[in-house]
């Protein structure tokens, strides 16, 4: 999917989850083709309020993907869409009404996964690009952040 893929099938899943968009926060590669680091991504990659997880998780309507040692857990909601549990206490950033984490809060998850034991080196090749792709971007400060205090 390409960034205007990614903004409609975004849009559709608001539909299907009948969630409001700062309920549902995109991450990992659909982050990074929404603020233009990469240009495509094969899935949508989405973060939502833990008791809507919870609630689809025990309908039995979708494969559970259980977490790994510093992964959380997600569920495989369409063939294109994993969901996972959204963190309120990380920065996001709206782009054309499209929420997604920050390009801070994206460095510091590809930071963490580059160094993840077991990773492909072909991961960890894609992931040390995006670093120095997120690294430029948030030096530029083109974006601003919500961030939830508690």
Sequence with gaps: MDKAAVIERYRALLNELDEPARNVVLSSGSALVLLGVRMTTAD???DIPENL???YERSGKFTVLEAT???SKQLKFEPDVDLSVLDTDRGVCCIGGVWAYSPSELLAQKRYLSTFPGRSEGKRAADLLDIIALETLVKEQKHSAR???A
């Design 44 to 46: 949508l990659d989405a």
């Design 53 to 55: 997880f919870r609630l």
């Design 69 to 71: 040692e510093g992964l």
């Design 147 to 149: 961030v939830n205090m």
